[in-house]
């Protein structure tokens, strides 16, 4: 089946704005692909109607080799649209999991541990004006949808989906891309539902429904001494229900680099673990040690955040070497989800400077007013 898509693929792309369709009632059972766009024509549509399937016999992946299942490859004004579906039939791959992906002795996710023999469902990699409308996917072996150095990319209306177990399962998963979009969108997956890594700028979430899933993260930033920068990040009128966190930001001791003007506005929680986290001693193991460098956390504004959370209201681990700067707490109104007091803890905050509007419920009276 790869080389009818592969086929499909090169006769499509060599004429501006055509279109290759998938179509309904199908079911189209394919390997890893990649699709090149190095000498297509721009604009090219592809339509998925039906489903596709991954295919899980063992010949058809090459074995320790790194590969997304579904690879769109410098593809200028890409859409991928339709009303079908992308299966990566990921339990094939979850069951095979190593155990480290298992050992969630911290209440952090774990790390990315195990995943690189698992494909990623469909990544776009230095793809410029790509559009991702209307289509499903789900069952994803690891992360979903994979936006890795990309320019102008617009989701909207997708629906994603996998167990709350599933691991590794990010949701939306961006790296290194510039002016991002993704919009009325619902993703329930088993670990972040949107995740924002390092080189990533200029990226609006907005009526993104996440649950079950980690939450909405950026970072971990700065691993293994990286530098990392995130900057201009806005997430709109979202819900979380049921997620580990709600909003996160987490990274790595010992990196460099920054997290600067990010806004979380109108953020209704559903019994969350933790609802609010700033985690600079992100960590996957017990082995990490204290390190006297940090990915810079600044003007991170929370405006209107409500609804319950299950463990802890706010977390806010920030820096010794770089304490977070600029916290803005406004209308927040946080409570536990019910009364019980089970496991129930009060806001945390270490190193984090800021200041808080009313309503704060519960009150942040850990913030530290003024600059560090
Ligand atoms: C992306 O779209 C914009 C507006 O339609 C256009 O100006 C730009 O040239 C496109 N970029 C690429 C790389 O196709
Ligand atoms: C949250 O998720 C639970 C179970 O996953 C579901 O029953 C409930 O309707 C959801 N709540 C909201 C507000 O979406
Ligand atoms: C690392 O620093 C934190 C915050 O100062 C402190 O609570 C923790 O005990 C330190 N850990 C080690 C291993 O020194
Ligand atoms: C609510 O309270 C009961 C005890 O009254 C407890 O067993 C239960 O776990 C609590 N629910 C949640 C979601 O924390």
New binding site residues.
Partial sequence: MQQAFAYAWSVACAVEASTVLVPASNVFLVGPITFTGDSCEPNVVFQVDGTILANTGSTAWRSGYVTPWLEFKSVRGLTIQGCGAIDGQGSHWWSRTSVVDHDQSTELDPDRAGTSDRPTALRVYQGANVTVTGITIRNSPKFHLTFDTCRAVEVHDVTIASPGDSPNTDGIHLAGSVGVSIQHTTIGCGDDCVSIQDGCSDVVIREVHCGPGHGISIGGLGKGGAMAVVSDVTVQDVTLNQTMTGVRIKTWQGGSGSVKNVRFSNVRLS?VKTAIVIDQYYCDHTTCTNQTSAVVVAGVVYQGVAGTY?ERPVYLACSDAAPCMGIHLADIQLA?????G??LQGPFCWKAHGDEVRPVEPPVDCLTAGAP
């Fill in positions: 019994a299950t536990p989800v019910n009364d019980s089970y496991h």
